[in-house]
């Protein structure tokens, strides 16, 4: 059966030494608790190798936030699904929205990414969701089938096996709006039956699917107890230990 997963994104927060603490916190804070979910924290590239130092990678998951569409060579400034699962990370997220949006990332160009982030053996967290406009003029369900269409319908049962989704949608980044936890149902059942008529139900059946926008830990509960939501992909509660584990222990 499918996981219960809490990940975490940090985005472009913390510096190392504050990054390493907080990866300390949420570490201790899980010796403490019987966690019915993975746990993860996806943090900055700078950060990976010193955090993967200090965390018990039993207990909590490492992953990166993005990786190149590119194995190697000359492409300054970007770092590879090999350099990413060089550090001891396990997990990447793709396709955020903030990566779609203020990035340029396509679906052919994730196709690459998602391709080498397998061929590493990281997994990918692939991030997928509607904006504001799409929610309000009712396409909501046909554009977050098309994203899932066109970035990861060429995967192998095998491979497609191997992912996590997302569904974020954009409305409720960081903006404090969350999803009803009814909203979110709709979307992931869409979602799983998307996958079920390419792969087949057992594939729809075992794929995790999280949610991501203002999940914190007065949401979190209403939201996990949905029957398709197998957890939550957190930004800003997740930048404090307390919290991230009042989500954690959602479950
Ligand atoms: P948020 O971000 O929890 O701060 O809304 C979620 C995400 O973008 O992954």
Known sequence: MRKNVVAGNWKMNTTLQEGVKLAEDVNEALKNVDAKCDVVICVPFTHLASVNAVIDPAKLGLGAENCADHVKGAYTGEISAPMVASTGATYVILGHSERRQYYGETSETLKEKVNLALANNLTPIFCIGEVLEQRENGSYLEVVKSQIEEALFELSAEDFSKLILAYEPVWAIGTGKTATDDQAQEMHAFIRGVIADKYGKEVADNTSILYGGS????????????????????????????????IVTAF
């Open 215 to 246: 999940c914190k830990p007065s949401n979190a509960k209403a939201l996990f107890a949905k029957p398709d939501v197998d957890g939550g992909l957190i930004g800003g509660a997740a930048l404090e230990a307390e919290s991230f584990m009042g």
